[in-house]
């Protein structure tokens, strides 16, 4: 795929998307027989409940003020320390079944071995694919600093139950609520046409200077390497250890 068809392709995500707001039927109709319900697995459940009164703690730390995620929904998303030499950049749609592969199965250990370690600055940056997408990026960035990347673990561990039910925004609901965000909150943030037009700009450029056209795609050290698809942890390790030389 060029450059300018890749460009092309984004455009016409981002159109359909923006267009298609609050309106799922389509969708619906064709995901009709996937059970509504929510069954988060317990250990993310209890990570989102203990989060929401240990906030106000958290944010007192000074030690880990300075790499906390910002509360800014217009702020990058980001983990670690931002003087890391290996800088990865991940690109991901919160309906993309590889992304939810990634973050279930590689995720944990890529933090703990790079990221905890003070190796790899981590950035998540959302490329929603449709518009249950967009709202879960919309929702999640609405989310205080500290619950961001939990609540991303909740949405990615259930995704088949919120992104392919018949309402997604119910579903989607139901998980903010366990996450600590009152309906006004939730109906608030999706209201919000500033985010939204933000997610879909921050996405158009990145695809422009990186030629991104595919979730989850990993980009290192501002494009000196990538990585696309839902790899396992040695594939990172090479890549970091190469680029950590």
């Given at each position: 795929?060029?450059?300018n ?11 359909a998307?923006?267009?298609a707001?609050g ?10 027989n ?9 250990d ?24 906390a ?6 702020a990058?998303r980001?983990?670690?320390?931002p ?6 950049e ?9 992304c ?57 561990k ?20 366990l996450?600590?965000?009152s ?11 500033k985010l ?8 158009q ?18 494009g ?11 594939s ?7 680029l950590?030389?």
């Amino acid at each position: 795929m060029t450059v300018n068809n890749k460009t092309l392709f984004v455009v016409l995500i981002l159109a359909a998307v923006i267009l298609a707001g609050g309106s799922f039927a389509l969708f619906k109709n064709k995901m009709s027989n996937v059970d509504t319900s929510i069954t988060a697995e317990t250990d993310v459940i209890t990570d989102l409940t203990e989060v929401a009164p240990a906030a106000a703690a958290t944010e007192e730390k000074a030690d880990t003020k300075e790499y906390a995620v910002s509360s800014d929904p217009f702020a990058q998303r980001t983990l670690g320390n931002p003087d890391a030499p290996v800088k990865l950049e991940e690109f991901a749609s919160l309906t993309c079944s590889h992304c939810a592969h990634f973050h279930n199965d590689t995720f944990a250990a890529l933090k703990e071995k790079f990221i905890d370690t003070g190796i790899v600055y981590f950035t998540f940056t959302d490329f929603p694919l449709n518009a249950p997408a967009l709202q879960a990026s919309m929702v999640a960035r609405c989310m205080p600093g500290e619950r961001y990347f939990t609540f991303l673990s909740l949405l990615f561990k259930t995704q088949e139950q919120w992104a392919f039910s018949q309402d997604p925004t119910k579903v989607l609901r139901q998980s903010a609520k366990l996450a600590g965000m009152s309906d006004e909150s939730f109906d608030a943030c999706l209201a919000n046409d500033k985010l939204k037009e933000h997610i879909a700009n921050t996405m158009q450029a990145k695809a422009e200077k990186y030629q991104v056209s595919s979730t989850p795609s990993f980009i290192f050290n501002d494009g000196a390497d990538s990585m696309t698809g839902a790899q396992a942890i040695d594939s990172f390790a090479k890549k970091i250890e190469e680029l950590n030389k």
